[in-house]
């Protein structure tokens, strides 16, 4: 690949979402410290609606990675499984919690909740991190929902953030209810400096010196991308292998644009 063609210590452009490649735009930070003041204030439950390849996944990992260490949080990430009753979904959570279950839904419950109830008492908040929920069911999401209801006087007694695309949206729409309890965070794609910025901070994490995308080629990015992350990533290695295999030290527009057409994003 480019990485000793251009002195790298790894690739910096995967579309892996590996967290220490995460460049944390203004957005972000938010969007994270948000979801964590909701986690360890108990605050309540919390939904993030970002676009594919903005950084949702990623930003899970990371709360994921900040969390684990600490003694007071046992935490569950999971992606939204495709399970056909709501008995099903709630076996999977506790099977993810290691609590016992029962066929009877209602039994099932009441052992998760018993579950619950001694966690608090032991001083340890269970955290429970859904990504892609906008394939929850509606079953699914009124389970959720009927979580809220585990709880003392003053804070819930399990955290819950649901990670999604847009198309939750209309599926909280019908359950105003549910929509109504939850807290919202958002992520946008970059304009065309915070797309420097992130082709720059992962260029150093990768081990980087001089930076070698010209103006006119981030321009470029930016515009073929129109600022989604991933693509932006995706765009950037292209260009780069076309560099390196040209023998170029530089990044250019024509280099991007090639790339853009080679995998079918011009």
Known sequence: ?????????????????????????????????????????????IYLLADIGTGKTTI??????????????????VFAPKLPTTNAFLRFVMDEFEVKTNRAYSKSLKNFEEFLREQYAKGISPVLLIDEAQNMTRDMLLL??????????TEFLVQMA???QPELDPKLNRLTSLKNRMNIARLKPFDQVQTRQMLQFRWTVAGGKEFPFEEDAIEALYRVTAGVPRLIVKLANEALIKTAVDGQSRVTRDAVTAAAAETNLA
């Open 1 to 45: 690949m480019y990485t000793d063609y251009f002195g790298l210590a790894e690739m910096p452009f995967r579309i892996t979402p590996d967290p220490r490649f995460l460049w944390y735009s203004e957005q972000h930070q938010e969007a994270k410290g948000k979801i964590l003041y909701h986690i360890q204030q108990s605050a309540g439950p």
């Open 60 to 77: 899970a990992r990371r709360i994921v990675e900040e969390l684990e260490h600490d003694a007071t949080k046992k935490v569950v990430f």
């Open 144 to 153: 959720i929902q009927h979580l809220f209801n585990f709880s003392t006087n």
């Open 162 to 164: 649901l990670f999604a």
